[in-house]
């Protein structure tokens, strides 16, 4: 069964710190990789898409794929306590044909601690 | 550009009967997929249409089904509740092929 495994939580990480959220995944062709951050009673929103091997940053966020070991990250520079939330991992993974199913993880609740 | 947009956001309902939830995606978005959230589970995938068919399922008995209308609207449908069926319905949407998924804002069913 194609998986997407992330570390459990939760993450506690102190106000201004660097937040690391790791993910594995089990399809090596699996084309396409997402992170989401879930508030609590609120839907997943989408913050970061990555598509090929190496590093993209957008304002504090930085994710992180290999291809090769099947690993993608998500770092958060100078955490807020409004980064406090659950981030999913999602990945693309091949269902037959062309068609792919988004996959996600079950997630890892940071906090930020003020 | 609007958003995606379920409705109800809240339902309650009693064991046995049934409910339909609707979506409506992203302008131009073609795919919707359909996921189960509760506390312990994190998000389960229930199905996903493209097109009017049926692309992708999850493992989720016969009494979830669901369709996609010409304007790429969906229902999800669930026949004979459970308490267990207790959970937030999340619909997504997307372009096609393996691009990013955009959430409506649920709707959370409560059985009784």
């Known amino acids: 069964q194609k998986e997407v495994e992330q570390n459990s939580g939760p993450l506690s990480v102190p106000e201004g710190a660097i937040a690391s959220l790791n993910c594995t995944y089990s399809?090596?062709?699996?084309?396409?990789f997402f992170w989401y951050r879930q508030y609590s009673g609120k839907s997943p929103e989408l913050i970061m898409s990555i598509y090929s091997n190496g590093d993209k940053e957008d304002g504090r966020f930085t994710a992180q794929l290999n291809k090769a070991s099947q690993y993608v990250s998500l770092l958060i520079r100078d955490s807020q306590p409004s980064d406090s939330a659950t981030y999913l991992c999602a990945v693309n993974m091949r269902s037959g044909g062309s068609n792919y199913k988004l996959t996600f993880g079950k997630g890892t609740l940071l906090t930020v601690n003020p | 550009k609007a958003g995606v947009t379920q409705t109800p956001r809240y339902l309650i309902k009693t064991r046995g009967q049934q409910v339909t939830l609707s979506c409506s995606p992203i302008?131009?978005?073609?795919?919707v997929s359909w996921y189960q959230q509760t506390p312990g589970q994190g998000l389960q995938f229930l199905f996903e249409y493209f097109s009017e068919t049926q692309r992708n399922k999850g493992n989720f008995p016969g009494r979830f089904s669901g369709r996609q209308f010409s304007n790429s609207r969906s229902e999800m449908n669930v026949s004979t509740l459970e308490l267990g069926d207790s959970a937030l319905y999340l619909c997504a949407s997307r372009l096609t092929g393996p691009t990013e998924a955009f959430f409506g804002q649920g709707t959370r069913l409560t059985v009784v």
């Open positions: 399809d090596r062709g699996s084309q396409s």
């Open positions: 302008s131009g978005h073609r795919s």
